[in-house]
């Protein structure tokens, strides 16, 4: 029997990458604040960075999403 508590369920992965995609988040804010009106150098090669990190975790949450819709798919078809 199949133990429903350990099943990999888009729910528990959304909520997984969306808790670190929202630090991410934060830090990004922080950043930007921290920066001020006149940031230099280093704190605009920061927020790139950042920026980066925060649009590559939202990236990883689409791509995972798909990944496992298209693999519930093929099983089902090749069930059916």
Same mark, same amino acid.
């Given at each position: 029997?199949?133990?429903?508590?350990?099943?990999?369920?888009?729910?528990?992965?959304?909520?997984? +990458?969306?808790?670190?995609?929202?630090?991410?988040?934060? *830090?990004?804010?922080? =950043?930007? %604040?921290? #920066?001020?009106?006149?940031?230099?150098?280093?704190?605009?090669?920061?927020?790139?960075?950042? +920026?980066?990190?925060?649009?590559?975790?939202?990236?990883? *949450?689409?791509?995972? =999403?798909? %990944?496992? #819709?298209?693999?519930?798919?093929?099983?089902?078809?090749?069930?059916?």
């Amino acid at each position: 029997m199949i133990d429903a508590s350990n099943a990999l369920t888009f729910d528990y992965i959304n909520n997984t +990458v969306l808790s670190a995609l929202q630090s991410r988040e934060v *830090q990004l804010r922080s =950043a930007i %604040e921290k #920066s001020g009106n006149n940031p230099s150098t280093v704190q605009l090669l920061d927020l790139q960075q950042q +920026v980066q990190q925060w649009t590559m975790m939202a990236q990883i *949450q689409g791509t995972l =999403a798909k %990944e496992i #819709s298209d693999a519930m798919k093929g099983v089902i078809q090749k069930a059916g």
